[in-house]
């Protein structure tokens, strides 16, 4: 291993090239531009044996990256905002042919009004295409995720492809240190690329096809089984990780300070390291704050939710994203794992970082008091430049 | 040894699917593959031949194929042949086959971008002049005066009002290899293009005028007869576009009656005697223009 003073994006670049993809389809877009960048100069100085194909589009960015799936090659691409919604159309594609093709997605907002900044709607309005998402925290975390999704990806049980959001700037452009692994330790982590869905000379098939009513529940079902399969996949593929590199990771999701926890802030990406530093502070005062940070969303982490919420008297859902007309998603879908486990307590949905609006230790402390008064609502943060909820 | 009806290749790889009796497309399909071999890999768009093929569990491919999106055809073919090279295989044939509208509007964009980066692909364009699968609505290659669904002959307007878009010229002015045009009725001419671009590297385009009897209004038995006739009578032209200069592959001597050609279609019965002028005129420049280069 070696250290180096990396931003996400160079990070994430880095697990790419551990994993050896075969083909690499590359549009630009702010701030996902750096990741390909860098993966063409990898490309250039002979360390990345890779088609780099330059496309013409996003669509035709994983269009391509499918094309190269569907023959057995691994495949890699990148996006962001505009990008991921211009090659919608091909998310469930590759999902419903199980192509286990790894993308990137610099999560940003999406115009209208036009802004380049970190938001998580372009995903999160991505949620139901059949894709797995993560989202990463930090640097190191980006760069083994990296790594880690062509695993999970490929999984025999998976055969799904990945979506690695990271948060547009805030982590894409951030520099830190991360520990970047060996060539060797990469290669004995991750097996070739090996899968029956595919097209090959000497077993000809017909891939991508039709299927009516009488069998689409079929394949559809299969689908739905592949991203269920991904949470064993995930501790497989971490387990694994921890031998190889001694770098532990928690599954689904990951819990700060729950297990005695009254008040707990479930949210993902960048902004859980600002929470932990709340969650520090008010426990130095005596108050019993938690951090649930959820780092796949698809599949759902439904039971883990529900394990970590069990003792808790409120909890809030922090996110970058709304559903106009209702609230925030991935508030949904949590009050939806507690309801399941028939847990009843107040929850409330904060939505913040729109457009890349900075979220205050402030604000997250402001949530954690506002969490005693017991209330289910959903509130925005910062709206006209306000300090806090309205 | 040249390929021709007696030295074609007798396996069939698009076979037991579903195509209406008389299509031109699917007969492209099924030359271009006997030609092509057992190694070519297919990608069809969403259309007529992936409407007619794909069908699960009734697969009509012999050879490798799979349904890429409408707009995808090169994109996904420029996927194939990178994974395959990338996994050190050679010996294949990536091959396109896309409508008039996966071709010239939705798919225009993904063709450009693998004629630019020379990806090593055949595109294969089987024109049937009009959106045949969703039901016959007007695309950039209908030609002027036929009436589709979305272009009415009515007493205020006489069918589709824009000309056909030139695909063939398109193509050669990204300064592609290979570029030809081909029509079901000279299907020699057709086989041979199609051979020659087996054996040239990077991006090769063969456009083939493909009648389609349903959307055209012809009898099944017919297909063949259009298809020559619209050469015939100077409608569409056989050329090649290689090594940077355009060839004439067939120059009738005397053009047959472009009246007749029109006037067996029921898509283009109502056009007037002044419609069918405007079509002879445009006809006669494009020739002019085609004896000057």
């Known amino acids: 291993m070696a250290k180096k003073f990396l931003s996400g994006n160079e990070a994430f670049a880095y697990g790419v090239r551990l994993a050896r993809p075969q083909v690499i389809s590359a549009y630009p877009i702010t701030p996902q531009t750096i990741v390909v960048e860098k993966l063409s100069e990898f490309v250039e100085d002979g360390s990345l044996k890779a088609e780099f194909i330059h496309v013409e589009s996003e669509h035709s960015a994983l269009s391509c990256a499918m094309g190269a799936s569907s023959v057995g090659a691994r495949a890699f691409t990148a996006t962001s905002s505009q990008g991921l919604l211009y090659m919608a159309e091909c998310l469930p594609y590759a999902a419903g042919g199980r192509f286990p093709v790894v993308m990137m997605n610099a999560n940003r907002s999406t115009a209208l009004p036009w802004n380049i900044y970190g938001d998580q709607r372009d995903s999160i309005s991505q949620l139901d295409s059949g894709w797995i ?114 770098r532990q990771y928690s599954g689904l999701t990951e819990s700060y300070k729950t297990d005695d926890a009254e008040y707990i802030l479930i949210t993902l990406g960048s902004i859980s390291g600002l929470v932990r530093e709340v969650v520090d502070k008010l426990r130095n005062e005596g108050k019993k704050a938690g951090l649930l940070r959820l780092r796949y969303i698809r599949p759902f982490p439904n039971e883990e939710i529900a394990d970590a919420l069990k003792n808790a008297k409120a909890a809030a859902v922090l996110e970058k994203d709304i559903s106009f007309g209702n609230e925030g998603t991935v508030y949904s879908n949590v009050n939806s794992a507690l309801h399941k486990a028939g847990i009843s307590i107040p929850t409330s949905n904060y939505i913040g970082g729109l457009g890349g609006k900075n979220i205050s230790a402030e604000e997250i402390e402001y949530i954690f008091s506002d969490l005693t008064r017991k209330k289910s609502e959903v509130k925005f943060l910062g709206i006209g430049g306000e300090d806090s909820g309205s | 040894m040249a390929v021709n009806a007696k030295t074609l290749n007798e396996t069939e790889f698009f076979y037991g699917h579903k195509a209406c009796a008389g299509c031109g497309g699917s007969l492209a399909v099924r030359i271009a593959l006997k030609v092509l071999g057992e190694n070519a890999v297919a990608v069809l768009p969403a259309g007529c031949m992936s409407a007619v093929g794909f069908n699960f569990p009734q697969l009509c491919f012999g050879n490798n194929a799979i349904i890429s999106t409408f707009a995808g055809t090169a994109s996904m073919l420029t996927g194939v042949q990178a994974g395959l090279r990338a996994q050190g295989i050679t010996d294949f044939h990536a091959v396109g086959f896309a409508g008039d509208g996966g071709t010239a509007d939705i798919g225009l964009q993904a063709l450009s971008g693998a004629i630019d980066r020379n990806d090593d692909i055949l595109y294969i364009c089987y024109d049937n002049e009009a959106y045949m699968n969703t039901g016959i609505q007007k695309s950039s290659l209908t030609p002027f005066g036929a009436r589709t669904t979305t272009t009415p002959a009515g007493k205020n307007i006489h069918g589709n009002l824009r000309p056909k878009k030139n695909m063939f010229e398109i193509v050669a002015a990204h300064g592609i290899p290979y570029a030809a045009t081909a029509s079901v009725g000279y299907i020699n001419d057709f086989m041979r293009k199609v051979e020659k671009a087996k054996s040239i590297k990077g991006t090769k385009y063969i456009h083939i005028l493909a009648p389609c009897p349903t959307g055209w209004g012809i009898k099944t038995d017919e297909t063949i007869e259009i298809a020559k006739e619209v050469v015939d009578c100077g409608l569409w032209y056989l050329a090649e576009y290689e090594n940077g200069r355009f060839t004439l592959n067939h120059r009738p001597k005397e053009f047959s009656s472009v009246k007749e050609y029109l006037k067996k279609q029921s898509r283009f019965r109502h056009l007037t005697d002044e419609d069918i002028d405007i079509i002879i005129s445009s006809r006669d420049k494009k020739w002019l223009q085609l004896a000057e280069s």
């Open chain 1, 133 to 246: 998402q993560a989202y990463a925290e930090n640097a190191q975390e980006a760069l083994d995720l990296a790594l880690m999704s062509f695993y999970i990806a490929e999984h025999k049980k998976v055969s799904t492809p990945f979506m690695a959001n990271l948060d547009g700037f805030v982590l894409t452009h951030t520099y830190e240190v991360a520990d970047v692994p060996t060539q060797e330790q990469a290669d004995e982590f991750l097996p070739s690329f090996e899968t029956e869905n595919k097209m090959s000379l000497t077993s000809p098939k017909n891939l991508a096809f039709s299927a009516g009513p009488d069998t689409n529940t079929f394949f559809k079902y299969k689908e739905h089984i592949g991203l269920l399969n991904v949470k064993e996949a995930v501790a497989e593929a971490e387990k694994r990780f921890a031998e190889i590199f001694g």
